[in-house]
């Protein structure tokens, strides 16, 4: 009954490589967002989408593109990763976007490793 | 800008001590404020939250106040539990209502026995 997924939670691999980070809401909300957790827990915003459509892009490295097949899915796609890839990836949805008090509902996390 | 500012941690209490994390906020009107907690291995989970100045957010024994004045939101507890160990993050709404969050930098709590 998990209501925001993500998968998978721990994810090692090497310089160069392109990964993949797949998130799923039951919630029933249109809005969805990727953060970025470095080591010193410092959490900031990447991504968000409403309805299937990019609403926040903070400049991050191109080298990263969030895709939403629809309102419940938001996968994060990595080409090329670096070392300073390496975080814990948090997925989270909301009712609506910029919502006054609208609470956000995170996931899990993945941990990325980059070696 | 945007910001949060937390006191920093850790922060070791004994059980049935007094809790206060400090936050203060920069932001452009007045955005919601929320206070969010992650207990280790976990994501994070909404503790409490105030939408305008003078409410008060409270969940679990926990207590927050919205201070336009002084652009605060200090979280208190009367008595904390070996239970409440975590990280606390203070939050805000940011200024441009897209409903990105704008954090603080986390207060790392360890209560013990």
């Known amino acids: 009954d998990t209501a925001v997924s993500q998968t998978p939670k721990y994810l090692v691999t090497q310089m160069g490589n392109d990964k993949s980070i797949k998130c799923e809401q039951n919630?029933?909300?249109?809005?969805m967002y990727w953060y970025k957790q470095d080591s010193k827990k410092f959490l900031k915003i990447m991504f968000s989408?409403?309805?299937?459509?990019?609403?926040i892009n903070e400049t991050v490295p191109n080298r990263f593109s969030p895709k939403s097949p629809d309102k419940a899915h938001l996968n994060l796609h990595i080409n090329s990763l670096e070392l300073g890839d390496s975080a814990v990836y948090f997925c989270a949805s909301s009712q609506v976007s910029g919502g006054i008090g609208d609470t956000q509902y995170f996931g899990p996390g993945t941990r990325l490793t980059v070696l | 800008g945007d910001s949060v500012t937390q006191m920093e941690g850790p922060v070791t209490l004994s059980e049935e001590a007094f809790l206060t994390i400090n936050c203060t906020y920069t932001?452009?009107?007045?955005?919601?404020l929320f206070w969010y907690v992650q207990y280790p291995g976990e994501g994070l989970q909404l503790l409490l939250k105030?939408?305008?100045?003078?409410d008060k957010g409270s969940n679990k024994g926990f207590e927050a106040t919205y201070r336009k004045e002084t652009t605060s939101f200090h979280l208190e507890k009367g008595s904390v539990q070996v239970s409440d160990s975590a990280v606390y993050f203070c939050a805000h709404g940011g200024s441009s209502n897209t409903g990105k969050l704008i954090f603080g930098q986390g207060t790392t709590l360890q209560v013990k026995p």
């Open positions: 105030a939408t305008k100045a003078d």
């Open positions: 989408y409403n309805n299937k459509e990019l609403i």
């Open positions: 932001a452009t009107g007045y955005p919601s």
């Open positions: 919630l029933g909300h249109d809005t």
